[in-house]
């Protein structure tokens, strides 16, 4: 039972362009959602996160937005960069007695071309 | 100045062995986190520890078992490693529970032949 779900596997990108990156959800009590990125043999890094009673949340070139009756997000990248290119993670709680669980989605590949 | 970090980086064993990862943090957080990283790529949380109380048990074999000797500290003992424990371990810690940013550690990856 997947309740975040990253439906594209990888995505490219042109350096200066911006990449889109979607996250759908199932779970109604997901509460709280971050993006997580991951270069290889690395851990994941936090990026931005983003709370229900908000629909976007912006950190420099990073925007997320939140369509909670869709329950889908996006990260933007703006203006990406050749250094962004990693695995993005989607990841979710649900709040209360979740105690901090996180549901995480499979994961979305992000090539920047120079 | 790691903020998470993890012993060993690289685990090979044989199956029926028993191992030990261990987690430290120096970021002062009170919860800490195990998930396993399996072949397809889903992180799935595995335990939690909230000072030093387990908190979260997620439907882990009771070969592996968690200890927190203090709240900067969580190992993960496997016994009896079996082929299908072949994964990257990723330790993580927060502040508090609960809606907290997770900060992750480099990763254990085990290799069970």
């Known amino acids: 039972d997947q309740q975040v779900k990253q439906n594209s596997p990888s995505l490219s990108v042109q350096e200066g362009r911006i990449s889109i990156l979607n996250c759908d959800y199932t779970n109604s009590m997901f509460d709280y959602f971050l993006w997580y990125k991951k270069y290889p043999a690395e851990g994941p890094t936090f990026l931005i996160s983003?709370?229900?009673?908000?629909d976007k949340n912006e950190d420099g070139r990073f925007t997320v937005f939140l369509n909670k009756s869709a329950k889908h997000l996006s990260l933007h990248i703006v203006p990406s960069q050749p250094g962004d290119s990693a695995v993005y993670f989607c990841?979710?709680?649900?709040?209360?007695?979740?105690?901090?669980?996180?549901?995480f989605g499979q994961g979305t590949i992000l090539t920047v071309h120079p | 100045d790691t903020a998470v970090s993890q012993t060993p980086k690289y685990l090979v064993t044989q199956m029926g062995n028993d191992k030990s990862i261990k987690c430290e943090q120096n970021l002062g957080h009170d919860t800490m986190y195990w998930y396993k990283q399996d072949s397809k790529k889903f992180l799935k949380i595995m335990f939690s520890?909230?000072?030093?109380?387990?908190?979260i048990n997620e439907t882990v074999p009771n070969r592996f078992s968690p200890k927190s000797p203090d709240k900067a500290h969580l190992n993960l003992h496997i016994n009896s490693l079996e082929l299908g424990d072949s994964a990257v371990y990723f330790c993580a810690s927060s502040y508090r529970q609960g809606q907290e940013t997770q900060y992750f550690g480099p990763g254990t990856r085990l290799l069970v032949l």
């Open positions: 990841a979710a709680d649900a709040g209360g007695t979740s105690y901090g669980k996180l549901t």
């Open positions: 983003i709370s229900s009673i908000k």
């Open positions: 520890y909230n000072n030093k109380e387990l908190i």
